[in-house]
DNA sequence: CTCAAATACTTGGATACCCAACTATTGAAG
DNA sequence: CTTCAATAGTTGGGTATCCAAGTATTTGAG
């Protein structure tokens, strides 16, 4: 899932350096889409440490918070898992996994769907709710409030990673 | 590790939704460092999926590609694992991890350091330098070469998440 | 020189994610 | 109506990643 506790930094950009060996291999028409994708993955991971650093003493993990958000923005604080795993984008059998976990510490519940009997409903107990909200104040303060960027560049940002999404299909 | 099999779109996008969510809660000036952190999980996932669908094919997965890649670039095709470890980010356990994996199916060799004796070197083997540069091949084709974003935006996006590597210590 | 601290790697345990396969329901075609 | 395809969830199997702990070796302090 995460983290890297916190290595040395490198004394070269490693994307830059990967881009240099493309060229010299004739790859040079394939370099910068390989120096986004390479960007994205270390990008990534770097956030996602930052992210879970601060939910670790919370006891979630940043796929269990995300069911958790998904949950407290909607109407009833309940949801088919089906439409959790659409709006995450992770198979159902993460679903089950991330619910299964919520469940056994009480931040969530299973109840059926009141018309459709294949359907099951992950409602947020009170404790659950708690429990996001809690957490969103550590993660706004500590990571979303400081993405590490200028303002300008975090907007940038969203914007091209907006357009990238919308093309692969996102929505 | 990876992949979606391919949902449909959703109607809206999510960053966007949730952006409002994070508004109306009195959250809005982690707003948009929350839609930057998110933007960047959906849409890593969403091209590590593209990536995945491509090596698994060739029997390989990205974390292992990525090995293979850092040793066809390194001198004499060999690195310790530690090395292996600094420049892909990832815990000495995850390259233990991989390096197995990759010796097992031939593409690897451990050979012990000349000099010290803690140190174990990966070695690429003639099959797996051949992988290594198939591999590159169908990606370069397949995914680099069509990011999915104009030429323009996707140096921005490299620029800009350079900025931010630079920031969090990455190099 | 000796011994403690640092470095290199592995192992065991945990989480997350995917895929394929399977059960249960619902829905739509005939 | 009956039947078969589509939908919802779960289970079992596999990979990746992390952390904590343990072994081996090297390095540096005194």
Do not use: C
Request: glycine fraction near 8%.
């Amino acid at each position: 899932m995460t983290s890297m506790s916190s290595r040395a930094p490198l004394p070269f950009d490693p994307v830059e350096e990967a881009r240099r060996h493309w060229a010299g291999h004739g790859w040079a028409d394939a370099a910068e889409g390989m120096a986004a994708v390479t960007s994205l993955m270390r990008a990534q991971a770097i956030v996602l440490a930052r992210v879970e650093a601060v939910l670790r003493p919370l006891g979630l993990t940043f796929a269990r918070y995300e069911v958790l958000m998904l949950l407290l923005f909607s109407g009833r604080g309940s949801l088919p898992l089906s439409r959790i795993g659409e709006r995450l984008q992770v198979h159902p059998a993460s679903v089950t996994n991330a619910v299964d976990r919520l469940e056994a510490t009480g931040l969530v519940e299973r109840t059926p769907h009141p018309t459709d009997r294949r359907t099951t409903l992950a409602a947020l107990t009170p404790a659950g709710r708690e429990l996001a909200t809690k957490a969103t104040e550590a993660l706004n303060a500590e990571v979303f409030a400081r993405p590490g960027l200028p303002a300008d560049d975090v907007r940038t940002l969203v914007d091209v990673l907006a357009t990238m999404r919308r093309g692969a299909g996102d929505f």
